[in-house]
């Protein structure tokens, strides 16, 4: 949350109503009276909770005889990963529903997490809303189905404007280069020695945060790729410049200090105080971040629109596309020992039906992919930034698609952490990520860069 690219295109169809066959069976953990649903809250994401609390009573209230119990994981992602799976691994506690990153899909489908949604969605009159890409990023290498999108997302630049323009940066400010991000966060920490001049995810506490919109924001804009034709890619010239930038935002002082960095809470440090409180300049992060600072959301900043700007992160050098981004999502996914998987399929139609994606994509600030949440004006227009982030659809990247990639989305973390703690020099960092994952995948299925 991610191997194609989303294309929002309007279409205007009627939700239909969901008919659903009688009970099935299956060896799960939740007898046919219950059904378990296992989601991430943490932090300042409450979304899922909210939204999962309201479908949890309409659905009761339409199946008097079932009972939803919700399970919320209070946990940082990688912590949330772990705990899924051991939740998976035993009969007594495997989820009927589970709140899915879409590139765990394929890995936890290899694993038998999951059970495929062919057959409910061939019935569902509104899967038809869903754009192709969007049904793609629930595929399995089977080509079965195995999660519903929930919204997708894309990464860019975030700044205070009064940060900026005590730098002396323009409120347009739109860097066409790594060079001119580093001068800007190089002005900012001149201007203001007490302001971070410059955020990014970094090391094994951020996980995915790290990897996906830290290390891959930069790896894709050196015209480099983590995988090609089939294999992992060692040897890479751009993977050494990444980590090259990695170190110098962190020796130079742009960034928070390794200690800051590495705290598991620092996101939502950054995203409810510190963007807020002009404590930090320029942040390379995620679409959904307004969605603290709405009305609604757990940090509200009724100025917010007005004191913060974006740009697209940029191309190393300025090279074609110019800019550069990565995007994902989240899924619902059956578990694969579900006892009443009519009942969890149910579940999941009313949680992703049109009135519910709508409230969550506005809500946790998401890139609808159900068309007619795309044109809906309550969507396009609570969020100004909406345009501007599905604009960078155009330019932006998605994970390697395999049951490979956690395992080496690790190894990217330990790299990253390894230089900006000086541990490491990049080259270093890079030939022990080359070593780990030829080990991991094999040397068959690596090619040098």
């Given at each position: 949350m991610r191997t194609a690219r989303f294309f929002i295109a309007p279409v205007t169809a009627a939700a239909l109503a969901l008919s659903l066959g009688a009970c099935g069976s299956g060896g799960g953990g939740s007898d046919a009276a219950t059904i378990k649903v296992a989601y991430q809250k943490f932090g300042n994401f409450t979304?899922?909770?909210?939204?999962?609390?309201?479908?949890?009573?309409?659905?009761?209230?339409?199946?008097?005889?079932?009972?939803?119990?919700?399970?919320?994981?209070?946990?940082?992602?990688?912590?949330?990963?772990?705990?899924?799976?051991?939740?998976?691994?035993?009969?007594?506690?495997?989820?009927?529903?589970?709140?899915?990153?879409?590139?765990?899909?394929?890995?936890?489908?290899?694993?038998?997490?999951?059970?495929?949604?062919?057959?409910?969605?061939?019935?569902?009159?509104?899967?038809?809303?869903?754009?192709?890409?969007?049904?793609?990023?629930?595929?399995?290498?089977?080509?079965?189905?195995?999660?519903?999108?929930?919204?997708?997302?894309?990464?860019?630049?975030?700044?205070?404007?009064?940060?900026?323009?005590k730098a002396g940066l323009p409120e347009d400010w739109a860097p066409t280069s790594w060079d001119e991000l580093l001068e800007a966060a190089r002005a900012i920490k001149e201007s203001d020695p007490d302001v971070v001049p410059f955020n990014m995810y970094s090391g094994k506490p951020q996980g995915e945060a790290a990897v996906m919109q830290g290390f891959e924001m930069l790896l894709y804009g050196t015209g480099d790729t983590l995988y090609e034709d089939g294999k992992w890619v060692l040897g890479s010239q751009g993977f050494i410049e990444s980590l090259e930038f990695i170190e110098t935002v962190f020796t130079e002082g742009l960034a928070p200090t390794p200690q800051q960095a590495l705290d598991t809470n620092i996101g939502n440090t950054v995203q409810a105080e510190w963007l807020p409180e002009g404590k930090v300049g320029i942040a390379l992060d995620g679409s959904w971040v307004a969605g603290n600072w709405l009305e609604s959301g757990v940090a509200p900043w009724p100025e917010w629109s007005e004191k913060m700007g974006t740009a697209p992160m940029p191309t190393q050098d300025g090279a074609d596309p110019g800019a550069v981004s990565m995007s994902g999502g989240w899924t619902l996914a059956m578990g694969a020992g579900s006892e009443n998987p009519d009942a969890a399929f149910e579940f999941i139609s009313m949680a992703l039906n049109r009135e519910n994606s709508l409230w969550f994509d506005v809500a946790n600030s998401q890139i609808a992919v159900r068309t007619d949440v795309a044109e809906d004006p309550e969507y396009t227009k609570t969020n100004p930034t909406t345009e501007f982030f599905t604009g960078l659809v155009d330019v932006t990247n998605f994970?390697?698609?395999?049951?490979?990639?956690?395992?080496?989305?690790?190894?990217?973390?330990?790299?990253?952490?390894?230089?900006?703690?000086?541990?490491?020099?990049?080259?270093?960092?890079?030939?022990?990520?080359?070593?780990?994952?030829?080990?991991?995948v094999g040397d068959e299925n690596t090619t040098q860069g």
């Open positions: 979304q899922a909770d909210e939204l999962f609390k309201d479908v949890k009573a309409d659905f009761e209230e339409a199946n008097p005889d079932i009972t939803v119990e919700l399970v919320p994981i209070e946990a940082q992602q990688n912590d949330y990963f772990t705990k899924l799976a051991l939740m998976n691994r035993s009969p007594s506690t495997a989820p009927d529903v589970m709140y899915e990153d879409t590139y765990m899909i394929k890995s936890d489908v290899e694993a038998g997490y999951l059970q495929p949604l062919d057959d409910y969605l061939a019935e569902w009159d509104e899967w038809d809303q869903f754009v192709d890409s969007a049904k793609e990023a629930g595929a399995g290498d089977d080509g079965k189905t195995y999660g519903v999108s929930m919204g997708t997302d894309t990464r860019g630049l975030w700044f205070n404007k009064d940060v900026l323009a994970r390697p698609a395999t049951s490979d990639y956690p395992k080496v989305s690790n190894e990217i973390m330990v790299a990253m952490e390894s230089v900006m703690t000086g541990q490491q020099t990049p080259e270093e960092a890079a030939a022990v990520y080359d070593e780990a994952v030829a080990g991991i």
